[in-house]
């Protein structure tokens, strides 16, 4: 079972950026995208973000379309979050999952889930 390590989170001002890493501890072969999710305090846990494994296919949920770039490193079994304009309602735990199921810009996540890291943007 692959194991997900999720870094980069932080407290930020609104409007500022901060890029999250997800780092798996090796290649896995999935035709299932990996991905994003988050989740707020008292809050359901969402999706984010999800990208293809060869990433020419990248989904964003509405709330970060616009803000928030997903990427990944095939070679260093790496995935990205670039998040930009931040607002406060981003404030939560973000959490990388091994696939999702991506139906428009909803996604379901399945699989190895990272620990989470806490990304706290103040106004």
């Known amino acids: 079972q692959v194991h997900l390590v999720e870094s980069g989170g932080g407290l930020v001002q609104a409007g500022g950026s901060l890029r999250l890493s997800c780092q798996a501890s090796?290649?896995?072969?999935?035709?299932?995208?990996m991905g994003w999710f988050r989740q707020a305090p008292g809050k359901e846990r969402e999706f984010v973000a999800a990208?293809?494994?060869?990433?020419?296919?990248?989904y964003y949920a509405d709330s970060v379309k616009g803000r928030f770039t997903i990427s990944s490193d095939n070679a260093k079994n790496t995935m990205y979050l670039q998040m930009n304009s931040l607002i406060p309602d981003d404030t939560g735990v973000y959490y990388c999952?091994?696939?999702?199921?991506?139906?428009?810009?909803?996604?379901?996540?399945?699989?190895?889930w990272g620990q989470g890291t806490q990304v706290t943007v103040s106004s």
């Open positions: 999952a091994e696939r999702v199921t991506v139906a428009g810009n909803r996604g379901v996540g399945f699989g190895s």
């Open positions: 990208i293809s494994r060869n990433g020419a296919n990248t």
């Open positions: 090796e290649r896995t072969f999935s035709d299932y995208p």
